[in-house]
């Protein structure tokens, strides 16, 4: 039931700004927004996609490939693929969410297949839909959310959200940096699917996921869950953005002078990299990779290799030296908490898709980066887009809401001072990168860099930009330094090792913490036990 | 990071400018400007889309580089990454060539 005639409306608005009308915005154009730009169009509704970068091209999916976390509908293998990630994720999955998401993303795929994206065929013909290739993924996305009949902003951040009177979100605004100048979308809903947050660590196409989309919730009132699970790094050469940890299975790892680093690997051995590199260089090889392995990869892959191919290096029999870029929450767990089979938040009118939502419900409280991911995308995108449509039909006419502009930090100044994106952009990043901080986690050191961060908070909670140019730059920056707070408030709070989250202090799991971790809030950070119970969630609404 | 557009290939097309996720490229009234080198996550996505295989992005993510066009012209190094892709007439059979598949797992 497409609707490509019942397209979001133009309005006129004041001189320098584009306004529309529309059911449903979706903020965000990675898979999780145009899922559920293209779910929500399906759903009768009249939808604003508004994405920061280009939709398409932004992303951590669209620079890489992904794994898929698609298993045939056979017993067994579903049975298979829940139980081998449970004892990983510290058993905080949800089984009936696992099961969800896995026809869900089945269904997706498939869907992929008739829209005519280009899956491989194995040696016996079958059709192989387990990956996906980053930017033949999105620039199909692209051109079906088109066809949906969304209409699409690109270079077009948003910096706050809109609600009415009762706290119900009502849409959002933000700027078209390309245009210069500012737009507003009067929305009945409103879907968050901005990401998860990177600190601009240059990991591979996640420039743009500085947790904005987090920030604009939380000062609507959203709450988070899961934010201790954010310690993911990635393998990169030293000098490069590609990371794509998975090729690292066929390396050894060696130091300075060539001996092998006991124990370093991609897998269950990445914390001993993370030591090695505190004492200095270390190398990688992928020496184990046979020469059909070599071939898949080339094929597979092609710009793993850019960075080896442009720089004269032979990844296979030469050593390089390499790097752990920080992921955050984009192949960690946490986001926005998630309060129904809709994917609504605990904000009415507001939605969470994809890396900005909780991962929780499938991946516990480990990394869900790739496959998990990916597949959490399709599913939670589709069920956010049609949540939110059907929030917005049962609302019905909003002819003469008022609506109000949620935004604090960065856009406003309350005490005349300006606050300096790029010197609290590396502030930041200074207590979220080291790994004695992040990835090896201990209560005082936590404690001291909550301090600092905290302090960084209060000094740039009350100012504004320092002009319309560095706008988008204060609103990330302060993002950044709010999603730096929960996660480290959260890792506190767990005093245990579970999943992702090690504590040097608590080295064991203990089940006295075999619960979810909620938090929220700005100028006070809090967090809350949450207990596991999957009743808690209602019935699928579909 | 993104280093060159090579003025002889350049049409003014603009796709660059569209597409650059992070905004590293102003419009002109001729070849597209590098105004923000400093914000390019080094994604290869614009040589990606280049039509005319005009862009070079080295693969070293945290400083410039000095690159020599007419060497990286004569070596075909610009475009490469789109051939691989299978995004070139000539390479369209490497779109579905995904072997991923056969890594999974290991």
Redesign the interface.
């Known amino acids: 039931m497409t609707n490509p005639s019942g397209r979001a409306e133009k309005l006129s608005g004041s001189a320098g700004s584009l306004v529309f009308g529309a059911d449903v915005l979706v903020l965000g154009g990675g898979p999780a927004g145009t899922w559920a730009a293209i779910s929500a169009a399906e759903h009768g509704a009249r939808v604003v996609l508004a994405d920061k970068g280009f939709c398409g091209t932004s992303g951590a999916t669209a620079a890489a490939g992904t794994g898929v976390w698609y298993v045939d509908p056979d017993p067994e293998r579903r049975e298979a693929a829940m139980a081998g990630r449970e004892k990983l994720g510290g058993h905080l999955q949800d089984r009936r969410w696992m099961t969800r998401v896995l026809d869900r993303t089945y269904a997706q795929s498939n869907r992929l297949a008739d829209w005519g994206y280009p899956y491989p065929a194995d040696e016996d013909g079958k059709s192989q839909r387990n990956s996906l290739q980053g930017p033949e993924y999105m620039r199909l996305m692209r051109k079906r959310t088109k066809q949906s009949g969304v209409t699409i902003l690109d270079h077009a951040p948003a910096l706050e959200l809109l609600v009415d009177g009762s706290g119900v979100v009502a849409g959002a605004a933000g700027l078209r940096r390309q245009k210069g100048d500012r737009w507003a979308v009067n929305a009945k809903a409103v879907v968050i699917a901005t990401g998860g947050c990177a600190f601009l660590s240059k990991t591979l196409g996640s420039n743009v996921l500085t947790g904005d989309g987090y920030l604009l919730a939380a000062e609507a009132g959203a709450e988070f869950t899961s934010m201790e699970f954010s310690n993911a790094y990635a393998i990169s050469p030293a000098f490069g953005s590609v990371t794509k940890t998975l090729f690292y299975s066929w390396a050894s790892f060696t130091d300075e002078q060539g001996s092998v680093i006991p124990g370093a690997s991609s897998k269950g051995g990445r914390s001993v990299i993370a030591r090695a590199l505190r004492k200095g260089s270390v190398y990688a090889q992928l020496e184990e990779a046979d020469a059909e392995t070599q071939r898949h990869m080339r094929v597979s892959q092609p710009n793993f290799f850019l960075p080896f191919d442009r720089t004269g290096i032979d990844p296979f029999t030469q050593r390089f030296p390499i790097t752990l870029r920080l992921e955050g929450t984009v192949r960690g767990t946490g986001g926005l908490r998630i309060i129904d089979d809709s994917c609504a938040t605990t904000v009415p009118g507001l939605y969470a898709a994809g890396d900005a939502a909780t991962r929780e419900l499938i991946c516990g409280g480990f990394t869900g980066g790739g496959s998990h991911n990916a597949a959490w995308a399709m599913s939670s995108g589709y069920w956010a887009g049609q949540g939110a449509a059907e929030f917005a039909y049962q609302l019905g006419s909003t002819n003469g809401r008022q609506a109000f502009r949620r935004g604090t930090v960065g856009l406003h100044s309350r005490n005349g001072r300006q606050l300096q994106p790029d010197v609290l952009t590396r502030n930041v990043q200074d207590e979220v990168f080291p790994y004695e901080l992040n990835y090896f986690r201990e209560a005082g050191r936590l404690g001291e860099s909550l301090r600092r961060l905290d302090g960084l908070w209060s000094n740039a909670s009350k100012a504004g930009p320092s002009d319309e140019q560095h706008l988008l730059r204060a609103r990330e920056a302060a993002a950044m330094l709010a999603t730096a707070r929960w996660m480290y408030r959260s890792a506190l709070a767990r005093q245990e090792s579970r999943g992702m989250h090690r504590r040097d202090d608590y080295p064991e799991q203990d089940d006295r913490y075999l619960h979810l971790v909620t938090t929220g809030g700005l100028d006070e950070v809090w967090t809350s036990a949450r207990p596991l119970v999957s009743a808690q969630y209602s019935e699928a609404a579909e | 990071m993104i280093e060159i557009i090579d003025a002889e290939r350049c049409t003014s097309c603009e796709i660059c400018?569209?597409?650059?996720?992070?905004?590293v490229f102003d419009k002109t009234d001729g070849i597209p400007r590098i105004a923000r080198q400093g914000?390019c996550?080094?994604?290869?996505?614009c040589e990606?889309?280049c039509p005319e295989d005009a862009l070079f992005?080295?693969?070293?993510?945290?400083a410039p580089q000095e690159v020599d066009v007419a060497a990286l012209k004569e070596a075909a190094?610009l475009g490469?990454?789109r051939r691989?892709?299978g995004?070139t007439d000539e390479s369209r059979h490497?779109?579905?060539?995904?072997?991923?598949?056969?890594?999974?797992g290991?």
């Open positions: 400018v569209s597409v650059c996720p992070t905004n914000d996550q080094t994604c290869f996505l990606l889309y992005v080295s693969p070293f993510a945290d190094v490469s990454y691989a892709v995004w490497l779109r579905d060539a995904d072997r991923s598949y056969r890594l999974f290991h």
